[in-house]
């Protein structure tokens, strides 16, 4: 073959290089490409088998009442902030991962919001070795929903008063694994019926540990009166008036029967109670 005057040997190609290169030069190719396709289908099935040894570690669980894993190693400043820290802090953290905890999503998943609403409240009897006034204090904390409540001031346009100092990952991971759906008639929407039980375990407590449930129904009533007028973006809410009441009989009743379960008093109607 001439090309401008100039031959070109046989053994070579249009492209100038030997024919024996272009044919390691497409070999090479080829591998590099067999490899790219083994790795993707490696990385692909490790992450199958990662996925299911997950599923597998909680594919037992069937109990609500576990305990947070501590796989941490002993640590001086771990051992001195747990003795200086009050209980009542410690306690509180407790009930708190306890949802977090990916086990109490699954079963909330497997079993509904209506089961788990009553495992926080067991958990946190069993964390306040059965004080009822402490432990619906604990559900109170455990559920909270708001982060700041911003009231509203003469002089100011609001002040913002805290009501959990969590750090944002850990409030906003807590909140997501609240139980939503509790009535009947809860709204569709993701965050349902999530506010109503701190007036729920709110109302429980004030009525438990003031022995008075006109006291915690007239507080109540004059919180619901007073959000819109108090609270940024707060209004009056029938529904938060059920929860309230609720919460109020509940609370009342466990003075007297201490086996009863928030879920007893879910399809209380606080206007059959005058």
Known sequence: ????????????SNCGYPIGY????????????CSCICICFLLLLFSNIHAKHIDSNYADVTSWDFDEE?????????????????KIVTDIKYIRQYIIDERFQILRDRYGDI??????????????DHNMARALF???????EHRNVDVKMPVFSFLRVPLTFEKDSIFTARVKHLPTHI????????????????????SAYLSYVSEAPEFTRIAGNLI????????????EDPRDKRANRQGERF?????IVTNLLPSDYLTFRYEDRK
């Open 115 to 128: 089961r788990a609403l009553d495992a926080i409240y067991l958990k946190s009897l069993k964390i306040a």
């Open 183 to 202: 009535y009947s008639d809860s709204p569709a929407a993701l965050e349902g019926d999530r506010d109503k039980l701190q007036h729920f375990f709110g």
């Open 251 to 255: 609370g009342e009743d466990l003075l």
């Open 1 to 12: 073959m001439k090309t401008h005057g100039t031959s070109v040997p046989s053994n070579t």
């Open 70 to 86: 501590n796989s941490e190693d002993f640590s001086i400043v771990t051992f001195l902030t747990e003795i200086f820290t009050p």
């Open 22 to 33: 272009n044919i390691l030069l497409k070999s090479g190719k080829y591998k590099l490409k």
């Open 224 to 235: 619901e009166l007073g959000e819109e007028t108090i609270i940024v973006g707060g209004s």
């Open 138 to 144: 604990l559900s109170l904390m455990a559920v909270l």
